[in-house]
Structure formats: structure tokens, C-alpha cells
């Protein structure tokens, strides 16, 4: 692939000049600003935080539940303000990130979980509450996404009280010059929040100023002047921080599907931060603030964090947990096992607590003496850590793949891997007994629709039992984001005007637009239906793209008939038919050991399905027969009586699959022919 180096360099330039006009935002000595104070409004002090999450119900956000163990422990009255299972009576109705997971096939469907989103009115319901409780302070952690709704509930509410409103989280940390000359904001916090939170509330209570409280920029009401104060000093030791506190969240965010059953969770945070620099992330962001010297990655003592899972666990009863951890596995070797040893006797020694976590592959694998990751045979070397987190009862762990191009990752992305390493690392863990899911990333700005398929192909060379896929969420502040805004791919007030989800649609403009390789960028649309038939190919017994002709091979030419492009181009029902029955096979399927899916349809095709094929039904014997509509259009019935081609296509595309599976003597295992639940057996 041939890439304009005047052009790449560019990019490096403008990722250096991003980082320094960043660092400028910030001061590095306080100054003695005016005095900003707050009057207390009962005999205590009182926190009302908000969680305006529209994107899921079932998740207890770690930074407000620590937050709120701060305040408990310092005996100041605080409750949670939650949207999670309410959606508002003015919008329209939205699938939320469980059941746009469930239908992709991402996710398990469970039968009988199905938390309702009572249609209400929030900006009414937040000010029951806030009349109710009569906070001195409304405290919200918010996401980029999330920043310009949340406030069109809070500002008129917490004007008519007279309440000063502070804003943390990811959007105020990489943009607080654009989060405090929001009207309804009055204080930004930049970084950890629990010592700005406290510090503040604190002053409220003794009717002291706020204005000099590292971390924290203010707005004076009347003036409109900003005042910035450096980065805090953070929490040095994780050890410090409080349990958090699951009891201000409503209960049914600790009941939420795994594997096909419902667990008790708990949210558990053993590090914080990470040590790497991708474009798209905002924990690099961190890393340029200035003013905190501490390091931004930390880890409790493997004792610590045994006493306070036990303390949880003995308090709430879960029964899985979720490590929410950027990516544990960094760990050194000697203390990831100090803490395995310790979990396996105090918290898990009946082995009866599931764990789900995080993790970059070149932690869980050695090289080769051969220099590779993985050999030939699929032979790979260990680090150990596997072996560790499974005793500790670690299920499954989470891989960010992001991209199946190695030019996108090394150049766009700033996360280069070697070959291999992702095949490597899941046959790791596969070994051990620990299941994989592959994290993927569209959307990316430079990104072909070769680019996203080779990302797919990858997902099909691993085939792992569970993947995710997303669109790009460029954060203010990360060096792709500001690419992004240099090459015209989005405004930068994206957010005021318009911020989607990264589960709904893509969030960049690029449709049509020339890459800096010489190729094209998708349309939204195709956009949205590859990660539609993300899994279908991803999961399908054969095929994948051929750069040199351009064309897809095995089954993905037939299961591209599925887009409108080719044969299928402006035939909507043939797209629609193709979808069905491709994505109704690969739901037919159970993948896990300790689920009963009565509704499972395992059915194959047979010889009397298919009287008309004669020497080609082995190309179609043994597939699932929820794909007995699509194998029709090889012997020219149905959608191929009008279109010319489209027999020899389907007939071409099964035989390809046909050749190429026995070429490569594959075999599948019955665990796999359920995962992939479009071939349920090799036979011909």
C-alpha cells in the first residue's frame, strides 16, 4: 500500500502541536483568585449526583460509586439522581447498547431480562428530586456524548434553586475549556475527583471560598470570569481511596446477564489509568496535563484489594465480577500471582465467582526462538498470567483489536502489533480455559472498506466466542480527534450541535472522501451495514478479500449479496433475504456450557432439500437450514430468475467455501460448529 509520507508526517506534526497547545490550557502555579463561595442551605452539607446514562441500564459507574464512598466516609448526606431505566417521554425511542448487542448477536438474549425504560419526564423527575433533597452542590461525571443532554436537564433546575452545578469525568478532564463556559456549569473538575469533591463540599460547609482548590477551574456567576486552578495532586495511593458505595444505585444494576444467565455483579477497580499512548484515547490525554506528578498508572496492594473485595462480597453476595481495569494483566508477574493466590483462598475458594476482564495480547504471550508469536501448528509460549487468571476465576477476557489493519494501527491508531500476536494471545487463553472477546473499532478517519474487512477477516482467522464492534468516538482532545477536525471530518463543536452514540451511527464525515492512501472512505451506509453483517462474515466457515481482484471469496461473496452493491444492488428484499437467513444460521447456536437454549434450531440440509443439485449438493449438504433460502438461488429459483449471474454466484461462493474448508483439512470441533452455527458439519 503506497502512503504519501509529506502527508503521515504531517499528522505526526500535528499530533505534536496538538499535545502543545494542549498543554497550554493548563497553569501551573495557583493563582489567588477571587473568592467564590457557596452558601450551605441545611445543618449538613449535601452531594446530589447525577448519572444521566442513556446508553444501557445495568452498570454501576466506578468513579460516582467511589465518589459517593468518599462522601459517606466523611459523613456527608448524598444520593444518586439515575436515568438508567428511564428513557425521556420527548425523544424518540432508541434501542439502547443491551438490545442493539443482543440483535447483532454480540450478546446472549436472556429470557425474562428485559429492564424496562419507563418513558417519563427527567427534566421534571431531577427537579422532584433536587426539591426533595435540597443539595448544595449537584455533582455529574460526564461523558463527551453525554455532556450537552445532560445539562438541558440540570440547568434550568439547578438555576431556579440557586444550586452550583460541577462537572468531572472524561468530556471535563480533555475539554474544560469548552465544559465551563457552559451556562449551566460552575465548577470543572480536571483528573481525580474525589479530593476537588471533597475539598469543595468542605468549603460549602464552612462557608469558606472554593476558588484556590487544585483541580478544579470556576466561573463566578456574576462576572462570567474563569478561574484555573492546576491539576490536583490526585490520589498518590489507590489504597486510600473508600469502598465504594453500591448502595446510592438502584439494585437492578447488580443483576445483568453473562454467558446466558443472570449473575449478581460487582465492579471492581484494582489499577487505574494506562500506560499507553493510542490517538483515540483519552488516557494519553491524562498524561499531558501538567501539574500532577504522580504516576498515571496505579495499582492497589494485592492485600488491599483482597480486603475490600471480601468486604463487598460479604456485604452485597455477587457472584461475578467485573474488573473494570483498563488492562490488569500489566502487572508484573509476581504480583498478578500475590494477588491470584490471595483471591483464590479469601474470595473465590469455591470457585463459584465468575471473573470478566481486560487485557492487551502482548501480556499474556511469549515470543517463539523463531522470532513469532505463534507457529504453524498454532504452537505459543505463555507469560504465565493466563494460568493465573484462571484460577482466580476468570471466564472470559476482553482484547482491544480496534483494527485488522496493520497500516491503520501503526499510522491512525498509534498502536502498532506484530503479526500474530492476536492469535497468539487467544490460543493462550483458549489453552487455559478461558474464553476470548475481540474488542473492533470502525470509523476510523484513512479507512478504506478493505481496511474494516481485513478487520472482519481477522475476526474470522481467531474466531473468538464473543466480539463487539463499534464506530470511532473522537474525544476532544485526543490527537485523532484533532486530525479528524484537520482533514474536514468533523466540526469542532461536534458535540454542542450534534453528538451520536458510538453504538447508533458513525460520527465522522467521511462518506466518499479520498483516503491520504489513495482510497475511498465508506458511506455511512455501508458503514452501518457492515457492522450489521459484522459477525455473519466474521463468523462464517470460509472466504474473506482479495486486494489483486478486488473481490470477496468463499461464502462472504454470497453473504455480500446482503449489501446493496454487485448483484444485490437496489434489490432491497434480496439484501433483506440474504441478512435473514445468514444471521438466523449463526443465531442458532449455544456457546455455552452451563446455557439450555431450547430454542435452537439445528437443523441441516439435506439431500431431499435440495433434488435439483445432483453432483453440487456436497457444496450444500450439512449447512444450517435457515440458509435453504439463499442455497435456492443456485438453481436459479426465486431472486435469480430475474437477475442474470446470481446463480453462478451462490453456486461459486458454496463451492468456494466447500474447496477451501477441504483444502485445509479443517475439522471443525462440535463447540465450534455451534459458535459459528452456519456449517454444522464438514461433511461432503
Known sequence: MTTRRSELSA??????????????????????????????????????????????????????????????????????????????????????????????????????????????????????????????LIALGLTSFEFEEALNYVTPVAKEFGIPVMVGGPHATVAPDKAILHPGVDLVCIGDGELPLLSTIRGINQGKSVS????LWLKDRESGNVSKNPRGKGIEHLDDLPLPDWDMFDSRHRVRPFEGQLKNYAYIEISRGCPFKCSYCI?????????????????????????????????????????????????????????????????????????????????????????????????????????????????????????????????????????????AASRVLKNVGIKTSLYNIMGFPEETREMVLETIDQLRRISPEKYSVRFLTPYPGTPIREYAIQRGFIEEDYEKKRATSFLHEPVLETDGKSTITGGVHPTKAELLKLRELFGVYGYSTSGGYDPETQKMVGMWKVIELAEDRGLSKGNSELQNMVHQAFATARANRSEDEDSHRPDLDTRTIGSEDIPWANGDARYFIGHSKALLPVVQLAAGLSYAERTTGLADLVRTGFMEDYEQRQGRAIQLDERQQDRIGIMTSGRG
Open 283 to 423: 488516557q494519553p490525554v491524562l498524561h499531558e496535563i501538567p501539574g500532577d506528578d504522580s504516576s498515571n498508572y496505579k495499582f492497589h496492594t494485592a492485600e488491599n484489594i483482597i480486603s475490600r473485595v471480601v468486604a463487598m462480597k460479604e456485604r452485597f453476595g455477587f457472584n461475578h465480577v467485573q474488573l473494570i481495569d483498563e488492562n490488569l494483566p500489566t502487572m508484573p508477574l509476581k504480583d498478578l500471582e500475590e494477588i491470584g493466590n490471595l483471591w483464590e483462598k479469601h474470595v473465590n475458594p469455591n470457585g463459584d465467582v465468575t471473573i470478566f476482564t481486560m487485557s492487551r495480547p502482548e501480556y499474556l504471550v511469549r515470543k517463539l526462538s523463531t522470532g513469532k508469536w505463534i507457529d504453524d501448528n498454532g504452537g505459543v509460549i505463555s507469560s504465565g498470567k493466563a494460568e493465573i487468571l484462571k484460577r482466580m476465576g476468570v471466564k472470559m477476557i476482553a482484547i482491544g483489536a480496534e483494527s485488522g489493519s496493520e497500516w491503520l494501527r501503526e499510522n491512525v491508531l498509534r498502536r502498532p502489533m506484530q503479526p500474530g500476536i492476536l492469535e
Open 11 to 136: 499528522e505526526t506534526r500535528t499530533a505534536r502541536e496538538v499535545s502543545d497547545r494542549f498543554k497550554s490550557l493548563f497553569v501551573l502555579q495557583s493563582a489567588d483568585n477571587p473568592p467564590i463561595v457557596y452558601t450551605r442551605r441545611g445543618d449538613t452539607p449535601r452531594v446530589l449526583f447525577g448519572y444521566f446514562n442513556a446508553l444501557e441500564e445495568g452498570f454501576i459507574h466506578p468513579g460516582l460509586s467511589v465518589l459517593g464512598g468518599m462522601m459517606r466516609d466523611h459523613g456527608i448526606d448524598h444520593e444518586l439522581f439515575d436515568t438508567s431505566f428511564w428513557r425521556d417521554e420527548s425523544l424518540p425511542v432508541a434501542e439502547n447498547a443491551r438490545q442493539i448487542r443482543e440483535r447483532m448477536g454480540e450478546f446472549k438474549r436472556v429470557e425474562g431480562y428485559d429492564p424496562e425504560r419507563k418513558p417519563v419526564n427527567i427534566r421534571e423527575k431531577f427537579r422532584e428530586h433536587v426539591e426533595r433533597f435540597r443539595p448544595d
Open 212 to 215: 484556590n482548590v487544585p483541580g
